[in-house]
C-alpha cells in the first residue's frame, strides 16, 4: 500500500492556473498507475486524469482536456496535475489514488488508495 499527500489547491480566479502534487510514501510507487478525481459538494466523485505507471500514457475527461496536464516523476514519488485556464466549474476537492493493477484508469472502484484531497476554488 501507499499513503498519498494531496497539496497546491486554492483560490484562484477564473483563467488562472494551479498545480497539484500528490505525494506518495514507500518504494514502490513507480508500481501504481495514479489518478485524479475531484468532487463538487453534491455531486459524485468523477474523473479528471490519469498516468501510467511509467507515465508514457496518459487520459483525461473530455471535460478537462486541453487545459489539465496530468505526470508524474518516480523519483521523487510525487504525480502532478497542472490545470490552466480554470473555470468556475472546476471547483471542487481534488484527491489523487493509485491503482495497482493497471486497468480501470476511469473508474474509481478500480484504485486502493486514496489521498484525503485538497480543495480547488475558482471566482468567477
Known amino acids: 500500500q501507499v499513503q498519498l499527500v494531496e497539496s497546491g489547491g486554492g483560490l484562484v480566479e477564473a483563467g488562472g492556473s494551479l498545480r497539484l502534487s500528490c505525494v506518495a510514501s514507500g518504494r514502490t510507487f513507480s508500481r501504481y498507475g495514479m489518478g485524479w478525481f475531484r468532487q463538487a459538494p453534491g455531486k459524485e466523485r468523477e474523473f479528471v486524469a490519469a498516468?501510467?505507471?511509467?507515465?508514457?500514457?496518459?487520459y483525461y475527461a473530455d471535460s478537462v482536456k486541453g487545459r489539465f496536464t496530468i505526470s508524474r516523476d518516480n523519483a521523487k514519488n510525487t504525480a502532478y496535475l497542472q490545470m490552466n485556464s480554470l473555470k468556475p466549474e472546476d471547483t471542487a476537492v481534488y484527491y489523487c489514488?493509485?491503482?495497482?493493477?493497471?486497468?480501470?484508469?476511469?473508474?474509481?472502484?478500480?484504485?486502493?488508495?486514496w489521498g484525503e484531497g485538497t480543495q480547488v476554488t475558482v471566482s468567477s
Open positions: 498516468v501510467g505507471k511509467s507515465g508514457r500514457n496518459t
Open positions: 489514488a493509485a491503482l495497482s493493477t493497471g486497468l480501470g484508469y476511469y473508474d474509481a472502484a478500480a484504485y486502493d488508495n
